[in-house]
């Protein structure tokens, strides 16, 4: 062999001296190092540990490209299901949901990257500290991803197989459900980086600066969800309404036709008891509200002379191009604008609100993305006042609806609710078409039976405790209330007495 060949036969890489390659040892699996085979029982196994608050162990967790993907889009699919299991019944599908959160998935790695640029080699001595950014992303990943789970899971199924409904919670215990669950995430995954960064102050600010940063970013800029309830198309004109899509032109509409409607409303008659009718329906995710709503304002207008002076004001995708917005501020600007149209002396106002309702009384209100504030029994009165309305018949169908009668009663005015203030009403999910209450005492009595309201709950009532136990209610008797103001009976009984003796007056 010549010197050229000799010195490069000794310059390659796994020959030896004379040109004779030494036998490597056979590769099996069982030779592969954590690096070049992903072990995700090793995976699994630390991020139950971790989420125990146990020191993460770093051998042999698997980390790449391939598996942060997995991560991500375990995330996403996670995400997308529990939103469906939140919704009780048919939901709509919204792909564009899956372009929010993003900034979640970069802050996070940008926060690995920052506590872990530099890899060090997981030889024992570095304790629980990360090998390098790429092995903290993955496993603060895999963890956040079984704690998501875990802490929602239970609550997302209990609403979809109907135990209970987000609605009927009041503003702050539905702050705590979302609440709780992510601050504990945060606290047991600050826990976990802390223990894998080098533990210098700047990195616990560093963690707090990003995880409280996501958490505003997400409850300020409100990012959509995959699911929303299934509406129900009211009208041909509505029937293309069915993703809330509020623009300016829906704002302009909208209050073009607010202004339709209250001109619409006639006038009251001299020397004749009129009623009119004011309907209002502020929680938009489900139709059964919607549909009492329409239902009672149906009622009133056949059966107790209201048609011309009726009002119906409603929370819903379906009827954005039909109806005026639920808002304090139309309910406000509405009884205003009746107490001008009827003499507020003479004529008797009727108002019936349904929504979900929470243990201390208040009424749900929404509809995504439009922030509806909730009306409290203490602005209706107010509101009832300053108009000067005397005569008053108030029906409130919700969860603890008896919380609504002793601040508004009074002499002039009648209040009727579908529940004492300790018990839940019945039938308002998302697969009913009428409450319980409403369908017993409006659809049922009201519309066929008599033309008085107190015989009609007296009547209802049994009618619902069987229906409830029926349908296996847990919590009680719903235990439906009325309180007749000592002065609002006679006015009653003179309108009722017009109503049967006549037909409805021109």
């Known amino acids: 062999m010549s010197e050229s060949n000799n010195v490069h036969a000794a310059n390659e890489p796994g020959k030896a001296e004379g040109g004779l390659e030494p036998q490597l040892p056979a590769t099996s699996p069982e030779n592969i190092s954590a690096e070049e085979k992903p072990e995700w029982g090793r995976l699994i196994n630390e991020t ?3 989420s125990f608050l146990k020191h993460p162990r770093w051998e042999g967790i698997p980390a790449s490209p391939v598996i942060m993907l997995i991560l991500v889009t375990g995330y996403i699919l996670a995400t997308l299901c529990l939103q469906r299991l939140a919704i009780a019944g048919p939901a709509d599908f919204h792909f564009r949901a899956i372009g929010a959160n993003w900034f979640a998935f970069a802050s996070w790695a940008w926060l690995c990257f920052s506590l872990r640029r530099d890899p060090v080699k997981p030889d024992g001595s570095n304790g629980s500290t990360a090998p390098s950014a790429s092995h903290l992303f993955v496993l603060s990943m895999a963890q956040g991803l079984f704690l998501f789970l875990i802490l929602n899971l239970p609550f997302g199924l209990s609403m979809y197989l109907g135990w209970i409904t987000y609605g009927s919670f009041s ?23 802390w223990r894998a960064c080098d533990r210098r102050a700047w990195s616990m600010v560093l963690i707090f600066f990003v995880t409280v940063s996501s958490i505003a970013m997400q409850i300020t800029t409100r990012p959509p969800h995959f699911w929303y309830p299934k509406r129900v198309e009211s009208s041909e004109a509505d029937s293309s309404d069915r993703t809330p899509d509020i623009s300016q032109e829906v704002f302009e509409a909208q209050a073009a036709l607010f202004q339709e ?10 020397g004749i008891i009129d009623l009119y009718s004011l309907n209002f329906a502020p929680y938009g995710d489900e139709n059964v509200f919607l549909n009492e709503t329409s239902m009672v304002t149906q009622v009133m207008e056949k059966r107790f002379d209201a048609a011309g ?15 005026p917005w639920a808002t ?36 749900s209100a929404g509809m995504w993305p439009l922030t509806v504030n909730t009306v409290t029994p203490e602005d209706l009165k107010r509101w009832l006042d300053e108009a000067g309305i005397k005569h008053r018949v108030i029906s409130i169908s919700a969860c603890y609806a008896g919380n609504w009668i002793a601040p508004l009663s009074y002499a002039d005015t009648l209040v009727m609710t579908a529940s004492d203030a300790d018990h839940t009403s019945y039938g308002c ?7 319980f209450f ?13 033309l008085s309201f107190e015989t009609a709950l007296a009547s209802a009532r049994p009618i619902i405790k069987q229906r409830e136990e029926e349908a296996g209610k847990t919590d009680g008797y719903s235990n439906p209330q009325i309180a007749m103001g000592a002065n609002i009976r006679d006015r009653l009984k003179l309108l009722e007495l017009r109503l049967s003796s006549a037909q409805p007056l021109p």
Do not use: C
């Open 309 to 323: 002076r009726s009002l119906q004001l409603v929370n819903n995708p379906g009827t954005m191009n039909s109806l």
């Open 438 to 450: 409403g369908r017993a005492m409006y659809d049922e009595q009201l519309r066929n039976k008599t």
């Open 429 to 435: 999910g998302s697969k009913s078409d009428l409450t």
């Open 261 to 270: 409607k209250m001109s619409g409303l006639q006038p009251q008659r001299t």
């Open 171 to 193: 503003q702050v215990i539905s702050w705590l459900i979302y609440l709780v669950p992510l601050l504990l995430t945060i606290a047991i995954q600050s826990v976990f980086l």
């Open 48 to 50: 139950l540990r971790t």
């Open 328 to 363: 304090p501020l139309n309910l406000q600007r509405a009884i205003q604008h009746v107490a001008k149209r009827m003499d507020v002396n003479e004529d008797i106002l009727f108002l019936h609100m349904s929504s979900h309702g929470a243990s201390d009384g208040e009424l």
